[in-house]
């Protein structure tokens, strides 16, 4: 399994201004985004992902995962609702200008519902991923089940739906840094991941599980305010920022990270994340 790197990341001189859409997009493509990577290889490995493979990524962001698919010779279609700066970042790895049509990643990038990719020729999917982990934000299971109701119809029967969770709070490191977003938060929108999470999201759409695995996903920065961008860059600490101010989440994240720094100034924090295959039947 591939390990997560810690790349170098030059701190920015004096404070940081609060991020625009575009920057977070950045961080998220250059800091974070590569987080889950050993969880995209173990889930492509266990289903043979390959020649012949039609991928539908619900949640594509940047399109790491939707690359690594593509690197195995997989047909693409990438859905980005939340962030039209991330999906334009996606545009540039799979879809870059000035690259020969015909050397050109086999690839549909869309913004909005799964349904916006239908067509009257498109065949059916034969696998849908959900890569963006569920068991942190209150509400995250009900967002998730509205987005398979819209893409289960477009999967072929016996298709794989890959559908991904936090692990036990005891086992993600970063738990506890969510966890100090969220006292700024009235109500707390975080919430702990629950057992069946991912089994109950399958149920309601209708899927039927067929096995299930954890994949450890350190998170690694090169320090303390590589960390702090690229959490950032989730989203998970929006609701915090607007309920006081940036830069107030910004030191509540920069010191609840304190005990994850090592001697060398890097930022180490094992996290463990669990995947359910579910089937279209």
């Known amino acids: 399994m591939t390990p997560v790197l810690v790349r170098q990341h030059l701190p920015q001189a004096g404070p940081s201004p609060r991020a625009d859409r575009g920057a977070r997009a950045r961080d998220w493509s250059e800091i974070q985004e590569r987080m889950l990577v050993p969880l995209y290889e173990a889930v492509y490995e266990r289903l043979d992902v390959g020649p012949g493979t039609r991928v539908l990524g619900l949640g594509c962001g940047s399109g790491l995962a ?3 698919a593509a690197s195995r010779g997989a047909a693409l279609t990438g859905v980005e609702s939340a962030s039209p700066e991330r999906l334009a970042l996606a545009r540039e790895r799979l879809l870059p200008e000035g690259r020969p049509a015909r050397a050109r990643t086999e690839a549909r990038l869309v913004q909005g519902a799964p349904g916006d990719t239908a067509g009257a020729r498109s065949p059916a999917y034969t696998l849908v991923t959900a890569f963006e982990p569920i068991g942190a934000l209150a509400g995250d299971t009900e967002r998730l089940a509205a987005s398979l109701a819209a893409a289960v119809p477009l999967a072929r029967r016996g298709a794989a739906v890959v559908l991904v969770g936090w692990g036990p709070p005891e086992r993600c490191a970063t ?3 969510l966890r100090a977003a969220a ?3 009235e109500p707390p929108r975080w919430r702990p991941p629950l057992r069946d999470d991912l089994e109950r999201v399958a149920e309601r759409a209708g899927l039927t599980p067929d096995g299930s695995g954890r994949v450890a996903c350190p998170f690694g920065y090169a320090g303390v305010d590589s960390a702090v961008r690229g959490l950032l860059s989730t989203g998970l600490f ?4 607007a309920a006081t101010d940036a830069a107030q ?3 509540e994240l920069a010191e609840a990270l304190h005990p994850y720094q090592r001697r060398d100034g890097t930022v180490w924090m094992p996290n463990v994340f669990r995947y359910l295959v579910a089937r279209v039947p």
Do not use: E, F, P, S
């Open 66 to 68: 939707l690359l690594m």
């Open 249 to 251: 989440v910004d030191k």
């Open 175 to 177: 738990t506890a840094v």
């Open 183 to 185: 006292r700024q938060n």
């Open 238 to 241: 929006d609701a915090a920022a």
